[in-house]
C-alpha cells in the first residue's frame, strides 16, 4: 500500500491547457501540502490544507488552485499552462500542522512537461 | 533568496571515501531535517534535530545541529554507491508551519 499516492506520475500538454493532479494519503495525517520542484531540484512550497482548511498559500499564479474534498485528497488544478510550470510536483503528508518536527511523507511526484 | 543554503551543490567521490554535506542559515531554526531523494521519488526523511549542538548517528550517516541552531552538517563514513542521492536539508522557524528546503547537494558514490 502506497502511504502518499499521485496521479498521473507523468503529464505531458499543450500550453493554454487546463490540468489536473490528484493525491490520496492513508496515512490518517491531518495535513497536505503541494511542493513544486524545479528543474534544479529546488523545493519550494505551493499550499498546505489542514483538515480541509488552506493553511500556507505561497505566492503562486492564480492559476492554480487547489482543492481537498476530505483530509485525505488533496487536487491541485492549473488553468492556462504555461512554459514555466514544467516541473516536477510533489504531494506530501504530514501527521499534523504547526509541529516544528513533523515528518514530511511525499508522494513519488507528478512531472508536468508543458510544450 | 533561500532561507538555507547547502553546499557543496556537486559532490562526487570514490566507494570508502567520507563526505560531509553543508547547511547553514542566518536564521535560528526551531527543528532542522534531512532528506535523501532518489531519482523519479519523492524525498524520504533520514533524521530531525532539534537541540542546538546535537549529534545523530544513523549507521555511516552522522547528523549535527549548530549550537546556535542556525546551522547543520551531514557526514558519511566510508560512502557506499547506495549512499548516491540528492540530500536535502529542510527547516522549520519557530510556530511556522512551513519546511523551508535547501537546494539540495547531489552525492555521487563510484565504484
Known amino acids: 500500500d502506497t502511504a502518499v499516492s499521485q496521479t498521473p506520475k507523468y503529464l505531458v500538454t499543450q500550453m493554454g491547457n487546463d490540468k489536473s493532479i490528484k493525491c490520496e494519503q492513508n496515512?490518517?495525517?491531518?495535513?497536505m501540502y503541494w511542493y513544486k520542484q524545479d528543474s534544479k531540484k529546488f523545493l519550494k512550497i505551493m499550499f498546505s490544507?489542514?483538515?480541509?482548511?488552506?493553511?500556507i498559500n505561497e505566492t503562486v499564479p492564480n492559476r492554480f488552485s487547489p482543492k481537498s474534498p476530505d483530509k485525505a485528497h488533496l487536487n491541485l488544478h492549473i488553468n492556462s499552462l504555461e512554459l514555466g510550470d514544467s516541473a516536477v510536483y510533489f504531494c506530501?503528508?504530514?501527521?499534523?500542522?504547526?509541529?516544528?518536527?513533523?515528518?514530511?511523507?511525499f508522494g513519488e511526484g507528478s512531472r508536468l512537461t508543458v510544450l | 533568496t533561500q532561507l538555507l543554503e547547502q553546499s557543496p551543490q556537486f559532490l562526487s567521490i570514490q566507494e570508502g571515501e567520507n563526505l560531509t554535506v553543508y547547511c547553514n542559515s542566518s536564521s535560528v531554526f526551531s527543528s532542522l531535517q534531512w532528506y535523501r531523494q532518489e531519482p523519479g521519488e519523492g524525498p524520504v526523511l533520514l533524521v530531525t534535530?532539534?537541540?542546538?549542538?546535537e549529534v545523530k548517528k544513523l549507521k555511516r550517516l552522522t547528523f549535527q545541529f549548530g549550537d546556535a541552531r542556525k546551522d547543520s552538517s551531514l557526514h558519511i563514513t566510508a560512502a557506499q554507491t547506495g549512499d548516491t542521492g540528492l540530500y536535502l536539508c529542510?527547516?522549520?522557524?519557530?510556530?511556522?508551519?512551513?519546511?523551508?528546503f535547501g537546494a539540495g547537494t547531489t552525492v555521487t558514490v563510484r565504484a
Open positions: 490544507y489542514n483538515n480541509k482548511e488552506l493553511i
Open positions: 534535530v532539534v537541540t542546538g549542538g
Open positions: 529542510a527547516g522549520a522557524l519557530g510556530g511556522d508551519y512551513k519546511l523551508s
Open positions: 496515512l490518517g495525517h491531518d495535513t
Open positions: 506530501a503528508s504530514s501527521p499534523f500542522a504547526g509541529s516544528n518536527t513533523g515528518e514530511l511523507f
